[in-house]
């Protein structure tokens, strides 16, 4: 069992859609948890960063952390066709420059 | 914010040759930098921890003396990939942290290499 899973996707969604995209984890001692974005032949981009449950909301984006239950989500609402990229969940064990361990990816396209 | 700088952004070399690639933080002093290889379609996965003045930490199955690390300065870390085979080819990405993580990570834009 990997230690990150990610739902594999890829989705499709019209533009203007919510988005909901997701990631287990069994490392309860997990404690940083960020999203990515990647865009092709990129280097990923940082979207959001969080280490506690509960929401934290950027703009059109919502990180939502559940460590009881080791689930967390990524909402993106109003998507539009340049939020179309494969998205990373990450997340890493507390201390200082540690390593990121990262869900597959979901691809996302999101149609005008 | 925090700039990650990666160079070159794709090479194409011939098999036998090695290439270097380049890691600078643009705005602040690393510590420590990680290097991750990509294929097609995949996540990221960890090769090696960059740390300065010392040596790499490699993940298991990484050839320490395929993939040389140098990390010499608080802002430049080196990924020379020596005899390099088609295998090699992949999408290499480097990634550090003003805060040592405490505000996640910034990544690289990535060098596409192909070993012909």
């Known amino acids: 069992q990997k230690e990150v899973e990610q739902d594999p996707g890829p989705l499709s969604v019209p533009e203007g859609a919510i988005v909901s995209l997701n990631c287990t984890y069994s490392n309860s001692a997990f404690q940083y948890f960020m999203w990515y974005r990647q865009y092709s032949r990129k280097g990923p981009e940082l979207l959001m960063y969080?280490?506690?449950?509960g929401n934290k909301e950027d703009g059109r984006f919502t990180a939502q952390v559940d460590k009881s239950s080791k689930y967390i989500s990524l909402f993106i609402r109003d998507s539009q066709p340049s939020d179309s990229a494969t998205y990373l969940c990450?997340?890493?064990?507390?201390?200082?420059?540690?390593?990121?361990?990262f869900g597959s990816g979901t691809q996302l396209t999101v149609l005008p | 914010g925090a700039v990650v700088s990666q160079h070159p952004s794709w090479v194409i070399c011939k098999s036998g040759t090695s290439v270097k690639i380049e890691c600078r933080s643009l705005?602040?002093?690393?510590?420590?930098m990680f290097w991750y290889r990509q294929f097609p379609k995949q996540s990221l996965m960890l090769m090696a921890t960059s740390n300065e003045g010392s040596k790499a930490t490699y993940e298991q199955g990484v050839e320490k003396d395929k993939f040389l690390i140098n990390h010499a300065s608080l802002t430049l870390s080196t990924l020379t990939v020596t005899s390099a085979h088609p295998e090699d080819s992949s999408f290499y990405i480097c990634?550090?942290?003003?805060?040592?993580?405490?505000?996640?990570?910034?990544f690289g834009s990535g060098t596409r290499l192909t070993v012909v």
């Open positions: 990450a997340m890493s064990l507390p201390g200082s420059a540690r390593q990121l361990t």
């Open positions: 969080t280490y506690s449950s």
């Open positions: 705005d602040f002093q690393a510590t420590t």
């Open positions: 990634s550090a942290s003003p805060g040592g993580g405490a505000d996640g990570y910034t």
